[in-house]
């Protein structure tokens, strides 16, 4: 199986299984903290670096009492041991703190709260098969290559050499007999603490691991001789606590959801070795902590309001990969804009040696569609100027490349049978079908990427003028004009009151009622004399639960809410059905979309899974989860971002000096206060309760405009002259 074709759901990880995330490592492990069997484990990049980490004590588990997580790279374990003394019964509590981040520190501690010493041996196994994360997620983890294992003193080192490839990890256990217990198949050891625990009194140890890449050993994000305080992953959750917005209401349960939000969307940056000032966000742990286009980019879109700095580094970093030759293996195609970055040896073989998969539709014209909001929301002009560049080349690619038949559409069809069938949001094998079930057959135009590559249009117009070029923006404005007349024209179904979900190889118009429309609301390229239709649909009993939008109408033949795109809920979709219903002036639809996504937060302890099961509630109390589903996950954390962003009615065009704010927030969410959302080089602090809406921190010159008002895509005030960026900056201070 190749590892760019999932046809199979990965492998459970099991009931209550907790995950840590630092960066793109991760750990996935019991709620006792042991790795067990199946996808278990500690992952470096893309490979599994700890297959079992199981702690025992006088040969037995502790039973599990709680499992925490106070920070998303930290978990502490809390379980006891009943013993039975001469004279009394007690029990040992054991206490696993543990630390995720390049490898992995443990910190081991037990107490005896009894009168009498006691004597304990402690034990640790550990073993390491270093499977590429592919292998892991499906469930076909095959040993292979030469193994090494080798004790020396207190460190143990467990190594891994295949296909010219070199993954090791060294334990280092102070104070333990290290024993290597592997062989030609297996990579194991057993660590070994024979201790007197005192009486009212504890024990305790560290314990750290860290991976080795090709030789080289990559240094520790919570070495032994540093204060966890001033560890990288430390220090950088801190600062980025530290200038994200911080919102106050009296909703408990929303204070609680804006809460994991924050830290959830911290945890999940990915910094470039190359550029390790830059940031971008990983797709979702545990099975893609890398960079996705698709999901890297609307990410940092929904958190613009968090950090702009999120959308300069995801931009950036994707323009660094941006596709230069054809080559079918990968897809890339020079302009495209990746569709996902692997560093593990099976998906690099899998490739003919790259890491690089290239197979998407729409994370190219969803870049050009980033950079010009990056640009509305004041960023420096220089940054702006220096992608300018590469946002040419990927409108240039859904010209030569994305256009495959000239029709204006943007198409896909993969190159080989190693690439994605589906490369639009809905990527599953039957993710695109027809109201009877049918599947659509490649090449397939998706309603909703139209929809980007319009905005795509309108943003590089906006770049345009904001930057003198008033020809070409208007060339821009024109080309979009003419896809949304033929778009609205092919794809508009009169007797369903929908647009199609997409085009097939026939032109056919794929007629299934799906959630994919509402994006299209978010990006303007539906004609107003149909809108109301498409949200009277998206609000009806058939696809709107009680708990969101299902991917796909109840009545359709494909239907399922136990799929994973054929009827289930997905909040970041959601996310972009409320600001399309909201763009369109449909106010009530999107507070009761916006809500129920609140409400089943709550119900998931504050955070939004990838998706969950599409059951309407009248059916269950609470939403069902979805078996597979990622947590965290990057869009899905941004979601609750964008729901508030597009209550507030929060809209800045910081180089047309505007900024438009009129909030709609349902009235148990006030009073609100956000403070220090990022807006060009400065903080706005907004507050809304009964008696108006206040702001603090505008800049100078800028306009602040509370009336409502419907564009569609439009300028937000078509007659006001943009700054022209040249030398100076977009909002003069």
């Not at 969307?265 to 902590?289: H, Q």
């Not at 000239?406 to 069809?413: A, I, L, M, R, T």
């Not at 609000?539 to 289930?568: I, K, Q």
């Amino acid at each position: 199986m190749s590892a760019w074709t999932p046809d199979s759901e990965p492998v459970r990880a099991g009931s209550g299984a907790i995950t840590l995330v630092e960066g793109s490592s991760f750990c996935v492990c019991t709620p006792s903290g042991d790795l067990g069997a199946g996808p278990h484990g500690v992952f470096f990049r893309d490979t599994r670096i700890l297959s079992r980490w199981d702690l025992r004590v006088d040969g037995e588990p502790p039973e599990p009492l709680a499992a925490m997580t106070p920070e998303p790279y930290r978990g502490t374990f809390l379980g006891r041991l009943p013993r039975r003394t001469g004279r009394s019964d007690t029990n040992l509590l054991v206490q696993r703190e543990r630390w995720v981040g390049n490898g992995m520190r443990e910190d081991v501690t037990i107490r005896n709260p009894g009168a009498e010493s006691t004597a304990v041996t402690v034990t640790v196994a550990v073993e390491a098969d270093f499977a590429d994360l592919f292998e892991v997620k499906e469930g076909r983890v095959a040993l292979r290559g030469e193994w090494r294992v080798h004790a020396q003193g207190e460190r143990l080192l467990l190594d891994q050499r295949w296909r010219g490839r070199q993954r090791g990890t060294f334990i280092d256990a102070p104070g333990a007999a290290v024993m290597a217990v592997g062989g030609v198949d297996r990579n194991a050891g057993l660590l070994t603490f024979t201790v007197v625990v005192p009486a009212r009194g504890h024990w305790s140890t560290s314990l750290l691991v860290r991976p080795v890449v090709d030789e080289e050993d990559v240094e520790a994000s919570f070495p032994l001789d540093r204060p966890l305080a001033e560890s990288t992953p430390a220090m950088r959750l801190r600062r980025w606590h530290e200038r994200t917005p911080l919102a106050t209401t009296g909703h408990e349960g929303l204070r609680q959801v804006l809460r994991r939000t924050q830290q959830d969307l911290g945890a999940l940056r990915i910094f470039d070795p190359d550029e390790p000032t830059l940031a971008a966000v990983a797709a979702g742990a545990p099975w893609f902590m890398a960079l996705f286009g698709r999901d890297s980019l609307l990410t940092a879109y929904m958190a613009l309001p968090v950090d702009q700095s999120l959308a300069l580094g995801t931009l950036r970093t994707l323009a660094r990969r941006q596709g230069r030759v054809v080559d079918p293996l990968t897809e890339e195609e020079p302009g495209r804009i990746l569709h996902e970055v692997r560093l593990g040896v099976d998906a690099g073989l899998s490739l003919g040696g790259g890491s690089t998969y290239y197979g998407t539709a729409d994370a190219t014209p969803l870049f050009v569609l980033l950079l010009g909001q990056l640009a509305r929301w004041g960023a420096d002009p220089a940054d702006i100027r220096d992608l300018l560049p590469h946002a040419d080349r990927a409108l240039e690619w859904v010209a030569a490349h994305g256009d495959r038949d000239g029709d204006g559409f943007v198409e896909y069809q993969r190159a080989t049978d190693r690439g994605l069938q589906n490369q639009g949001w809905k990527d599953s094998w039957d993710g695109i079908n027809f109201a009877d079930g049918r599947l659509a057959e490649a090449p397939i135009a998706l309603c909703e990427v139209q929809g980007y590559v319009y905005d795509a249009y309108l943003s590089r117009a906006q770049l345009a003028r904001e930057f003198g070029q008033g020809e070409q923006a208007d060339g821009w404005r024109d080309r979009a004009a003419a896809l949304k007349a033929d778009f609205n024209e092919r794809f508009w179904l009169p007797d369903r009151g929908w647009y199609a979900i997409a085009l097939d190889r026939d032109k056919k118009p794929v007629d299934a009622c799906a959630s994919n429309m509402g994006h299209c609301l978010w990006s303007g390229i539906v004609e107003e004399d149909k809108a109301a239709q498409v949200a009277e649909h998206l609000l009806s009993p058939a696809m709107f639960t009680g708990w969101g939008v299902r991917t796909l109408a109840s009545t359709m033949g494909a239907y399922d809410p136990v799929s994973y795109h054929n009827g289930s809920v997905w909040p970041h979709d959601n996310a972009l059905v409320v600001a399309g219903l909201m763009r369109y002036g449909f106010v009530k639809e999107a507070q009761r979309v916006a809500e129920a996504l609140f409400e089943a937060a709550q119900l998931f302890g504050g955070r939004l899974p990838e998706l969950f099961c599409g059951f309407d509630r009248t059916e269950y109390p609470e939403p069902v989860p979805y078996p597979t589903s990622c947590s965290p996950q990057a869009w899905a954390a941004a979601t609750p971002v964008q729901l508030i962003r597009t209550l507030l009615r929060f809209d800045p065009w910081m180089p047309r000096r505007c900024l438009w704010v009129a909030p709609v927030l349902p009235p148990d969410f006030t009073p609100m206060r956000i403070g220090g959302v990022s807006l060009g080089a400065g903080r706005v602090n907004i507050e809304v309760s009964e008696q108006g809406t206040t702001l603090e921190g505008v800049p100078e010159g800028v306009q602040v405009l509370t009336e409502p008002y419907e564009h569609h895509g439009e300028p937000l005030m078509p007659d006001a002259e943009p700054v022209v960026v040249g030398s100076e900056p977009a909002v003069p201070a």
